[in-house]
């Protein structure tokens, strides 16, 4: 897998919480309050972005950062012998077909830039409400699984959004030299006869309970972060195919037509997706549970593969 940094730029200070659950600092930090926890998803990816950019942008950036397994189950390395053995396990969220519709006419758009990009299958989408486990065997997945299905709690969990549906809103493409995803931030009474007292249950507060009732049933999550981020991954650098000059030097040009194209997407998007004086836009909000509950999911899973244990029930 490639290296990627997981490091929370939303810029407040995290006080020491009593809780050891890793979601719940924020929630503190921010007064229970949804301005203020979208205000910090907000800052966490503006910033990832804004230093992202420099990055590729620098004279010395010498490529992107490929993901090695990746590159041999899919694109011109392929490697037919190759079978990625890290298995995970998961609760994650899946996109109603609106969103995933948005998220083709984006990948569509980058292709034209990236055609060498490898691009997540729309079926493959996903957002990770909560990452139990990763990179283990399947023996220790196949354990965990028969904990969490003790006493329906699995079953339970993944029908939380029946209960509670926090919403998500603004999308945008987030990006760094080694993958791009569509972000989201949670909702704070956007929207016609909406008020902040109908978000006081945010995305953030799903992920802190979805970890907590993993834990109550038996299993302590590993997570591999907890940054206030909302996204979906939709594309991800297997080589350096098109990015190159005649002589196979990384040529930055062509890398800023990229970063361009994403400035164009994301411009593109406020104006057609975020909220304004008349509301939200049609398409511009997802309430996590639409169509389909959460998917609590084990296997081979890093690239939206993988084996569901039980789809929650979704809701319109």
């Known amino acids: 897998m490639a290296a990627v940094v997981f490091e929370d730029l939303s810029g407040a200070t995290t006080p020491v919480s009593e809780s050891d659950n890793p979601y719940q600092p924020l929630i503190e930090a921010a007064n229970n309050e949804p301005h203020q926890i979208q205000a910090r998803y907000t800052t966490h990816r503006t910033t990832r972005n804004e230093m992202q950019n420099a990055k590729i942008l620098d004279p010395d950036f010498a490529g992107w950062t490929l993901d090695p397994v990746l590159a041999k189950l899919e694109g011109p390395n392929r490697d037919p012998t190759f079978t990625d053995e890290r298995f995970c396990l998961v609760f994650w969220g899946r996109p109603p077909g609106y969103i995933r519709k948005m998220i083709q006419d984006i990948q569509q758009e980058l292709r034209e830039v990236a055609p060498d990009l490898w691009f997540m299958p729309l079926d493959n989408l996903h ?3 909560l990452e139990v486990v990763h990179s283990v065997t399947k023996q220790e997945v196949d354990r965990l699984v028969s904990t969490l299905l003790k006493d329906n709690a699995a079953e339970k969990i993944a029908n939380i959004t029946l209960q509670r549906r926090p919403r998500l809103i603004k999308p945008m493409v987030s990006y760094d030299a080694a993958a791009m995803a569509l972000s989201f931030v949670p909702a704070a009474g956007e929207g016609a ?6 978000d006081t249950f945010t995305y953030h507060h799903l992920r802190r309970d979805v970890y907590d009732q993993v834990k109550a049933a038996g299993v302590k999550p590993a997570s591999r972060y907890a940054v206030p981020s909302a996204h979906l991954t939709i594309g991800r650098f297997i080589n350096q195919n098109g ?14 037509r990229l970063v361009q194209k994403i400035e164009e997407i994301n411009t593109r998007l406020e104006a057609q997706y975020w909220p304004s004086t008349s509301g939200i836009p049609e398409g511009g909000e997802w309430t996590i549970g639409q169509e389909k509950g ?3 999911r084990m296997g081979r899973l890093w690239y939206g593969g993988g084996k569901t244990v039980i789809l929650g029930q979704g809701h319109e």
């Open 294 to 296: 959460l998917d609590f």
């Open 127 to 129: 957002i990770t409400v």
């Open 193 to 198: 006869d909406k008020t902040a007292t109908d």
């Open 243 to 256: 990015f190159q000059d005649e002589g196979g030097k990384f040529d930055g040009v062509k890398a800023k």
